[in-house]
């Protein structure tokens, strides 16, 4: 063979290889690739399935973020640990989680997100081999997670009629009950729902309906009448409505005989004639703090407690301390002492023992409301996770347990009339 030969032989082969380098190049480039990609879609399955958990398991609490940050997983601070381990997204203090899912790993952290909800971090993580090299992929989620409180659910497609029900209070003084609903950002002026009264356990809200738009914001008062006692004042300008008149306005009977809701329909229609002036109260507490409602973010106020039914978002026990304006700031050396202030009570539970400390309501029995027949909802003992705070009269300063409300929304039998809005028509609770 020539050299001519010799050199296309050469240069065929040479050619050869270099395509075979090239297309092999390409499959290990292509499957690299399809290592990524599979790997970021586990990574990202790994993490959303993470958060979805940490959301139901939020979820399970209602509105108690304080014990579902607790049940949550272990309780890092981030100024106490090395720079590492710290909570994700600087969060001085959350809940950690870790664990193994799809032959990967994942982290979910949970922290209040500073207003009525939780922010949960997620990240998973999947690796894989490419050639002699481990890689992995990580996929992070970080959201806040809004705890709806006292709102009818957005997404129904009819309106809800509004129940509500006295239940294990022990009240001292007399309150009447206010609502104050919120439509498409306009607050309008509070509506009684129950006249002056105490000692009202069982009692429903019947002889009136209350049907609800959805996505309406409620919110809930006591106006406190302090002088029950002796014949009872309030509401000052309006003595048909005052503890004595609404008793035997509600004891009324039908001189047909055939209505048995006469007497509470006469009463409804007289508070249906009264007109909220904060000055016919001795003093008016809110559930829901005003300003928040205003911002969107529902937070409570100090002399209201909210809890929804862990089985049933659109249920919730309201329990409220009638003691006149006693609370203490974040600043003040008793801030954290159920004894002196109502944030702690709400936060710690009670104090039994007097140390300054709250017992916590993870050591407390829960309660259940449950329905009972012609009884309506009646209050059955319960020990578990699936509950609300057991309340009790402890005699001290804040023991929320003086007028305690059960509200539910259930879907109407009828339609309602779109609410006409107009804004600043009415001034929001609490503000």
């Not at 209070?169 to 306009?186: E, H």
């Not at 009264?197 to 609800?212: A, I």
């Not at 006469?266 to 016919?280: K, N, V």
């Not at 339609?415 to 929001?428: E, I, K, M, N, Q």
């Amino acid at each position: 063979m020539g050299k001519v030969s010799l050199l296309l032989v050469s240069a065929f082969g040479i050619a050869g290889a270099t395509i075979f380098f090239t297309a092999k190049e390409a499959d290990v480039r292509a499957s690299a690739t399809q290592g990524v990609y599979e790997a970021d879609v586990i990574a990202r399955e790994i993490a959303r399935s993470a958060y979805n958990a940490g959301v139901a398991d939020v979820n399970r609490h209602g509105t108690d973020i304080d014990q579902a940050l607790l049940d949550f997983g272990t309780r890092i601070e981030s100024a106490r640990v090395p720079e590492d381990e710290q909570c994700a997204n600087g969060k001085p203090i959350c809940a950690r989680r870790t664990g193994e899912m799809l032959d990967g790993t994942y982290v979910v952290e949970a922290s209040v997100d500073g207003g009525n909800g939780i922010d949960i971090y997620a990240a998973g993580t999947f690796g894989y081999q490419a050639g002699d090299r481990p890689v992995s992929k990580t996929h992070k989620i970080n959201e806040s997670h809004s705890v709806n409180v006292l709102q009818v659910d957005p997404s129904s497609t009819q309106c809800s009629e509004l129940k509500i029900q006295f239940v294990d209070s022990r009240a001292g003084y007399c309150s009447a009950i206010f609502l104050q609903r919120t439509v498409a950002g306009a607050a309008l002026p509070p509506e009684m729902v129950y006249a002056p009264g105490n000692d009202r356990n069982g009692e429903r809200n019947t002889g009136y309906e209350v049907l609800l738009q959805p996505g309406t914001q409620m919110n809930f008062a006591i106006g406190v009448d302090d002088r029950c006692g002796r014949g009872g004042t309030r509401p000052t300008h309006h003595p048909r409505l005052r503890m004595a008149s609404a008793s035997a306005l509600l004891a009324k009977k039908d001189p047909t005989g055939e209505n048995p809701d006469y007497g509470a329909e006469r009463l409804a229609a007289e508070m249906a004639r009264y007109t909220y002036r904060p000055d016919d109260w001795a003093w008016t507490h809110w559930a829901l703090d005003g300003t928040a409602l205003r911002d969107g973010d529902p937070q409570e106020a100090p002399w209201g407690m909210v809890e929804t039914d862990p089985n049933n978002r659109q249920r919730w026990r309201i329990s409220f301390e009638d003691i006149p304006d006693w609370n203490l700031g974040p600043d003040d050396a008793g801030y954290d002492d159920p004894n002196r202030s109502l944030w702690a009570t709400k936060r710690f539970g009670y104090d039994t023992d007097g140390d300054g400390k709250g017992d916590g309501w993870n050591d407390n029995r829960k309660i259940r409301i449950v329905e009972n027949g012609p009884r309506g909802y009646v209050v059955s003992d319960v020990n578990g996770p699936d509950g609300f705070h057991d309340l009790r009269d402890t005699g001290r300063p804040a023991d929320f347990s003086d007028q305690v409300i059960f509200v539910e929304v259930t879907p109407a039998s009828k339609p309602c009339d779109v609410v006409a809005t107009t804004p600043g028509s009415g001034r929001l609770g609490g503000s």
